[in-house]
T-cell receptor, first 116, second 111 residues
Framework: GAVVSQHPSWVICKSGTSVKIECRSLDFQATTMFWYRQFPKQSLMLMATSNEGSKATYEQGVEKDKFLINHASLTLSTLTVTSAHPEDSSFYIC????????????FGNGTRLTVT | DAKTTQPPSMDCAEGRAANLPCNHS???????VYWYRQIHSQGPQYIIHGLKNNETNEMASLIITEDRKSSTLILPHATLRDTAVYYC????????????FGGGTRLMVKP
C-alpha cells in the first residue's frame, strides 16, 4: 500500500516552454502533498506544500508564479514549471502521506527535467 | 524539527550487517525518528520509523537509545542493492508536516 505515482519520469523541453508534472496517491487519500527539488549531489529541498482545495504554501526563495501547484483532488497534485529555463533543470520529487498522525511520507519516483 | 547528524559515508561488505548511526541530541518527546533511503535517480524510499521502542520490519531494524538522543539503523544482511544514501529524519508525528532532509549517509556495499 501507500503508493505514490509521478509522471512523467523524465522530460526534455525547450527554454521558454512550460512543463506539467503529475503526482498521484494511488491507494490512499492525501490532503497534503509536498514537492521537492534535488540538484546533482545535493539533498532534497522542499519547494512547496500542496493543500487540497486551497493555495499551496511555498518555501522562501521559490517563485509561486513560476512553479504553479494545483491540488484539485485528494489523489492528485500537479506542478507546472512555467517558462522553463536551463537553471530549472533538476530532479523534481513529490510526496504524500495518509491521514493517520505519524504515518510515513511516501515519495514518487521523481521527474528528471532537462531544459535545453 | 530536531537536527540530525550522520556520517557522510560508510562501506559495508556484502552479506554483513550494515549499522548506520544517527545523532539527534535535541530530539523532543513527541518527535519520531524516520529512516529513508534514496537509490540513485529514484525517489526516497521509506524504511522504518519509531518513537522510543526498538522497531523491526522486513527491511531493517531501528535501535533507539534509552535517552533517545541517538539511533542506529541496521540492515542485517546487506546486499549490493542496498547501496544508497540513507537519511535519518526526526519529526513530530503530524500528518501535515513535511520532512527536512539533511546530507544523509552514503552507504556503499562492496562485494
Amino acid at each position: 500500500g501507500a503508493v505514490v505515482s509521478q509522471h512523467p519520469s523524465w522530460v526534455i523541453c525547450k527554454s521558454g516552454t512550460s512543463v506539467k508534472i503529475e503526482c498521484r496517491s494511488l491507494d490512499f487519500q492525501a490532503t497534503t502533498m509536498f514537492w521537492y527539488r534535488q540538484f546533482p549531489k545535493q539533498s532534497l529541498m522542499l519547494m512547496a506544500t500542496s493543500n487540497e482545495g486551497s493555495k499551496a504554501t511555498y518555501e522562501q526563495g521559490v517563485e509561486k508564479d513560476k512553479f504553479l501547484i494545483n491540488h484539485a483532488s485528494l489523489t492528485l497534485s500537479t506542478l507546472t514549471v512555467t517558462s522553463a529555463h536551463p537553471e530549472d533543470s533538476s530532479f523534481y520529487i513529490c510526496s504524500a502521506r495518509g491521514q493517520v498522525g505519524n504515518s510515513p511520507l511516501h515519495f514518487g519516483n521523481g521527474t528528471r527535467l532537462t531544459v535545453t | 524539527d530536531a537536527k540530525t547528524t550522520q556520517p557522510p559515508s560508510m562501506d559495508c561488505a556484502e552479506g554483513r550487517a550494515a549499522n548506520l548511526p544517527c545523532n539527534h541530541s535535541t530530539i523532543s518527546g513527541n518527535e519520531y525518528v524516520y529512516w529513508y533511503r534514496q537509490i540513485h535517480s529514484q525517489g526516497p524510499q521509506y524504511i522504518i520509523h519509531g518513537l522510543k521502542n526498538n522497531e523491526t520490519n522486513e527491511m531493517a531494524s531501528l535501535i533507539i537509545t534509552e535517552d533517545r538522543k541517538s539511533s542506529t539503523l541496521i540492515l542485517p544482511h546487506a546486499t549490493l542493492r542496498d547501496t544508497a544514501v540513507y537519511y535519518c529524519i526526526v519529526r513530530v508525528g503530524d500528518a501535515g508536516n513535511m520532512l527536512t532532509f539533511g546530507g544523509g549517509t552514503r552507504l556503499m556495499v562492496k562485494p
